[in-house]
């Protein structure tokens, strides 16, 4: 019901998750992600907690595939989780259960890992791989083009309804979270413009956290 590709830039040093699936709010239940930590993707039969777990035990000290048994180990529905994880490293680990539903795929690229179940093709993920390793600029921007690569290679095998993107950086709050909760048709596209409308002002509301008095206008009455 998911397909997802995690990833990190080694330039930046950030990390991010672009998932999009046939459940609605797909970015509330299966991305987890910690500024210099790690990035995990839990997804199929969900269990959130894993993501958490992983990145705990990643932070502890634990590698990604040290990190991924040691929660799968505490989860005694194991087998129907489908879990992916990079690390700030760029160590990757990657598991699919015995129960992941219908056709599912997992592939590493140069820095990324990328995952899916019930799909309309293996080669949907082998698409998302192709396109972040050919992909330059923003890691956001690399994670969606890689979404929508799999989507045209042919997404799930069903329709699609959400999709989220979430990038960490240097601080204790994503840099990037958007999210398409549902809609009747191409959340992707949605997601996409969505971006497009953000990527502006990201840097905008860094500053603004971090020092207000060099805050750029809001643009709002009273603030123009």
């Not at 590709?5 to 991010?16: D, H, N, V, W």
């Not at 992941?100 to 998302?128: F, P, S």
């Amino acid at each position: 019901m998911t397909l997802s590709i995690s990833a990190r830039c080694p330039e930046s040093g950030q990390l991010g998750i672009a998932i999009s699936s046939s459940s609605i709010a797909v970015g509330a239940r299966c991305p987890w992600l910690q500024a210099g930590t790690g990035a995990v993707s839990s997804q199929n039969i969900t269990l959130p907690a894993l993501g958490q777990q992983i990145l705990a035990q990643l932070e502890a000290g634990a590698s990604a595939q040290q990190a991924l048994k040691l929660a799968l180990a505490e989860d005694r529905f194991s087998d129907y989780r489908q879990v992916t994880v990079i690390d700030s490293a760029g160590e990757m680990a990657h598991f699919s259960g015995s129960n992941t539903l219908g056709v599912w795929h997992v592939a590493q690229g140069e820095n990324c890992v990328a995952a899916g179940n019930m799909l309309a093709d293996k080669a949907v993920i082998e698409a998302m791989v192709s396109a972040f390793d050919a992909s330059s600029g923003e890691l956001t921007s690399r994670l969606i083009a890689a979404l929508q690569a799999g989507i045209a290679r042919g997404g799930e095998a069903g329709p699609v309804h959400s999709a989220a993107v979430k990038v960490v950086d240097d601080y204790t709050w994503p840099l990037v979270d958007l999210r398409v909760d549902w809609v009747d048709a191409d959340p992707v596209d949605a997601l996409s413009r969505l971006w497009l409308a953000y990527e502006p002002q990201m840097e905008a509301y860094v500053t603004r956290a971090l020092d207000p008095r060099d805050a750029p206008s809001y643009g709002v009455p009273g603030d123009e």
